[in-house]
Structures are given as C-alpha cells and as structure tokens.
C-alpha cells in the first residue's frame, strides 16, 4: 500500500509522502504526521492534537469522522465548461484535522458563524472555477439496475422498525435531536470556512489559530437546505427530492441546480440540516434538543412511509476447494452450508418459530460513496442522521434489528461450476465472492425487553445470486430452487441458470450463459458437540437443565462456524467448551424458564452478549491461523503489482506460520479484528511485504 501523491478535497490539496510505513501530509490547512497501522489503515494527527484513523479503499482514503479525500487525477478533471459529475471525484469533504473534527482543538474559534451570502453573478468576462455537478443516477435507476431491489442498509432497516412500531419515537425523539445537533452545529461551521473562500490561493490558510473572514468570497456561491423551515415555505420539496437525500446515498441532486442563483462557473457549496439555522447555531444543545424532538418524529415519520421494502443483503464468501466428482465449489469459512448467519436470539415469538430464522447481515452504513454535486457537499448531516437511526446502542437509543424471518430457508453448500470458469473466476482461494440474497419485506416486529429488546424482519426469499470478484453472476438460485415451507427437504442436485453477466470478461468478450447446478443439503439436527455432552460436570444437573446447557454449546458451536476469526484462531471445539465453561459458572440461576413456552427458555444474558466478553485466550488454534495469514496475504498482494509471483509466494509461505507464532505466544483474551490486523500487519512487515523491507 503506498498512498503516496496528491489528493483533493473540493478545492483543497493535500500532498502526501509515505516512507516505509510513515505517512505525512502538506496543504494548505497545516502539516499531518501519521503511521501505518495495518495492510490497508494509518492514523495521523493534525496540529500536533487531533488524531484521526484513515482506510485506504483504491484511490479514496475513508477517515474516521466519515470524511474522504480522492485521489488527484483518479478521474478526469471536467473543463469549465463541463458539470463535474458527482461519480467523478466521489465525495468532497473538509479534510480531517480541518473543518470535519468535531474535536474542540480542531475547530475555529468562531465567536459567531459568518452570515451566508450569495455574491452578484460574475460579469461576462470573469474567469472562474468550475463548480458544476451533472445529475446523479435517480435512487430508481439504481434500484432497476438490481432488478428494483436496493441495498438493506441499516438506516432502511430501521425506518421499517419505525414505520411499523411508530411508538419507538417517543423516547428516541430527543436523544436523537441531541446528537443531531451536535452535528450540525459543526457542520455550519464547515459551511462557513467554505463560505469564507478557505483554501483558495487568494485567501490565507484557515485554521484554529486563523478564523475565516466573516464575509462570503465572490466566487463562492452557498446553498443551504434546512428541512425544518422548508417542510413549511416549500413542502413539496421537503417532503420529495430533500427527503429522498437524507433516505438514500444515490439521491438526485439535481433539485440543487435548479435554485436562483446556481451558477457552474462558481465554486458552489451545497448543505443539507435537518434543523433550522437560528434553532442550532449558538444555543445550548441541551436546552434546544427537547424542543426539536417533534421535527425528529415529523420528518422520520414521512421517512419511514418512504422506505424501501424490497431489499438485498451482501454476504461475503468463499470456498475451500473444487471438487472435481461434484463438479462444484464447497462453501466454507464464515458460512460453510448456510449462506446467511444463524440467529443468535433465542427468545422468539410464536410468530417467528415457522419460520426460517437467520441473523441479520452487518451491512454498512452506505456501499459506496453518497453522489454529490457542486464543489463542496455537505455529507457530515446526512451520514450523522443514519448513523443514530443504526440501534444496538446508539446515541438515539433505537433498537436494532438482528433477527431474519423468511418464509423459506436458504443451503447451497455445493455451487456446480464448470472448473475452468472457477479457475477464470478465481473462486477458490481467490479474492471470495458475495451472495447476494433479495428479500421482499412484509412487517417488522418486536421482541424482548430492556437492553435485550430486537427487531424481527419478516420477509419472503426471492433469489439469491452469487457474484465473483469481478463482478459476474456465475449461479443464482431462483425461488423453484428453495425448498418449501420453514425447514429444508433432503433433494438432489436441482439445475439453475446464471444470469447476464454484469461485467465483461477479459478482452472485451461477452461471459457465455451457462447451466450450472447447485445441491441443496439438508439442515443438519441440532445436535451438541461429542465432548461437550459427555463432560461430568452435566452428570449433576436436572435433564432439563442439562438440555438447555447442550443447546447452548449448540448454539456456540454454530456462531464459531458462521465466524471466520473464531474457526481460525479459537477453533469451534475449545470455543463451545469456553462457553459451556461460562454457563456452568453462571450456576442455574442464570436459566430464564418459561414453563408457558418451553420453546423459549434460555439465559438472562443471551449468547452474543456472552460472546462479546468470553474471554478464549486458552483456545489457540495454529493450523487455522496459519491457513488464516496465508489466505489473507494471497488475497492483499493480489492487489498489487510491483511484487513478483515468486515474492508473493515467498511472503504468503512467511506470514502464515508467522502469524500463528505472533498469536500464540500472545493470544487475546478476547479476540478482535483489530487485534488480529495489528499482528497480520506486523507479519507482513516482518516476511517483506508492504511496510516491511
């Protein structure tokens, strides 16, 4: 990874060299110093105090205060006299350790944010900027392109959550316009400096020791959209194209070019709020956050009518080999025979026990960057607005959904594919591949109480595809091909047919459709590990007792399955056991008994809660964690072309064992992704990969 070169944030700068694994930044705004943490992230402090964590994904680096710099000349610059489209340049944004910080040390000591002018309109022979934006793709057009369906991003799923349990507000409301608030407050902060002209050659550099200008520069013209005022001067607009912008992160724009004053040969600055200006700027959030509680459940109530109801959920996947006899790659890894993750909430509702249960899908909070338009968009509003409707505790206090209800179940453990396409495609031991599975929403309903309270989206199965790195639908399982009713039927191998492929094929040549088969296997029974129904210690419970004790290892045993970092480095034996080990503890009276419904009986504390704290330092799997390294290092040098195939080779055989060594001589007590990309990094580092000699 090296991210050396220049990188833009509107009109902004920002030129950056990285040697070794050190990274520092010059612009305009001050000098960042920073250091590579891992294969694909760094931190960096700006102004001596303000740290922020940077991921580089190609040519954007994605930071921890939801800003993104582009880098310069990863698309073509338009001419003046050409919009810049928003999928041009992704996302502008203030620069971290500038105007997006949040931090007190970051931002400009502003007594009072500057008033936002529109300048007069340049005279025929000035000379300015472009700042123009093409319309972005309509959210429809998106979802035609996947067969009407859009990404189930969490904020989706939650409007559903509102829409059908509308009460939830009325405890959310005003924590949610508390942390709103805060970050609109920021934001017309950021609005300001822009407003001001900072980071133009004209003007010196902004910073906290040098606020703006309190006067608007003449060649930027500012557009500020405030819901709360506009859902009463222009509804129409407040409750379609504006609303449309806070729901989905490919909204059209294009309303924006339509306002007086829009001019493309100006630097136009573009902001989003949820609240009114005089109702944020220079209060007390804690004073104002009750009073605009009722904006909240007015707009989230119209949000929520809006929401999209046929949805489809990434899963990443991959497989462990090719077997020539099936003529079939075999899933394996986070999602061995199930393609979606196994429920984890035990205590559901007679509505949801004929059902065929999954956890939900982890997406994030948007797959690919918000469109744009105009030199500077304001994004921090809008990400801030769905990162609160995100529960599972949230600043808003919302609950989250994590339970799947699906009129039929999805297995497709063996996926036929001719061998050379699974070779052309890279299918095994490649980069993985996704399943995508589409979804038709009916109701969502609640179940639990207090901090264990979940959501339960009720939905019907409507396809599932499988889609290779490069984009290609290589098999897809229609509806003929699920088995009816809530539990799979034992069958033989059932043909399906790919779709188009989405993505061409090297030289150009169009992917030949083909018939491809894939096997449904059966749900296997729900049987408890051998050496966890054997251990004496169950000799002396009650049979009820000792039931519910199997499930549980059961249950443990299925998540360490449907987890790629607990099969590799815990391995799904000891793991079960660390949990029966826990429960045991725990003693008797942490069973929660419903004699009304047996079904539903469990623990006070429900597993995933468990499994967040166990702590699993003595289950230290070598085998798993070398396979683990070396699948990993194969998968990220891939990406890069200055190393040889025999250097890749050569560091894909050290960082396995390397890693395995790492681990074990210091396992964590409770295992995480960050811990394990500090040691792969090091590993790396170590075997002569990036960062390394």
Known sequence: MDVTGTWAVGPVIYTVTQTGDTVVSESSFGRGEGHFTGPNTFVMTFFGNATFTATVQGDTIYWSNNFRWVRQGAAAAPSPQTPRSAGQSGTRHPAPGSLGSSSPAVQSPIAQSPQVQTPPAPSSNQVAPSGGASAAPSTSAVAAATGGSLPALPHRLELLLIRDNPDLLDKAAAEFARWQVYAEQTEWKN???????????????????????????????????????????????????????????????????????????????????????????????????????????????????????????????????????????????????????????????????ATANYGTVKMPLTVEPDTSIGTMTSHLVLLKWRELLVGGGSSSGLPSINVLALDRPIQAQFISVDAKDAERLKL???????????????????????????????????????????????????????????????????????????????????????????????????????????????????????????????????????????????????????????????????????????????????????????????CVNPPGILEYGRAHATQFLSRLSKYSTAQRTDIVECVGPTLAKNYAAKPAPVLSLAYVNQLFGSAMASCGGPGGR
């Open 428 to 618: 095994v031991h490649g980069p993985g591949f996704e399943g995508r599975v589409y979804i038709s929403v009916d109701h969502v309903e609640l179940a639990g109480s207090g901090r264990y309270r979940t959501g339960i989206l009720f939905g019907r199965l409507q396809k599932v595809d499988f889609i290779a790195a490069n984009k290609e639908v290589f098999a897809t399982l229609g509806l003929q091909d699920l088995s009816q009713g809530g539990r799979p039927a034992p069958r033989a191998a059932t043909s399906v047919e790919d779709q188009n492929a989405v993505a061409r094929a090297p030289g150009n040549q169009p992917v030949a459709r083909q018939r491809t088969t894939m096997a449904a296997t059966p749900e296997p029974a729900a049987t408890a590990p051998s050496q966890e129904a054997q251990d004496p210690r169950l000799a002396q419970l009650s049979p009820e007792v000792r039931q519910i004790m199997l499930n549980e290892a059961t249950q443990a045993s299925r998540l360490c399955q449907n987890n790629e970092l607990l099969t590799a480095f815990n391995g799904c034996s000891c793991y079960s056991r660390r949990v029966l080990d826990e429960r045991l503890k725990e003693g008797v009276h942490s069973i929660t008994p419903s004699p009304s419904s047996p079904a539903s009986t469990g623990f006070t504390e429900p597993l995933i809660n468990l499994a967040s704290h166990l702590n699993t330092s003595e």
């Open 191 to 353: 609005v300001a400096y822009q407003a001001a002209g900072c980071g133009q050659m004209d003007r010196p550099r902004c910073g906290p020791n040098a606020p703006p200008p309190a006067t608007t520069h003449p060649r930027v013209r500012v557009f500020a959209f405030e819901w709360q005022k506009l859902i009463q001067q222009r509804p129409d607009l407040a409750k379609g194209k504006l609303l449309d912008v806070f729901l989905n992160p490919a909204a059209d724009w294009s309303f924006v070019k339509q306002e007086s004053g829009w001019d493309d040969r100006l630097i136009n600055v573009v902001g989003v709020f949820l609240f009114a200006k005089d109702q944020v700027v220079d209060r007390q959030v804690e004073m104002v956050a009750p009073q605009l509680a009722p904006v909240v459940k007015q707009q989230l109530t119209l949000a929520a009518s809006k929401a999209p109801t046929n949805l489809w959920f990434s899963v990443p996947l991959g497989a462990c080999k090719y077997d020539f006899d099936k003529k079939a790659i075999v899933l394996c890894g986070q999602n061995a025979s199930n393609v979606l993750p196994a429920n984890q909430f035990r205590n559901l509702p007679p509505t949801a026990r």
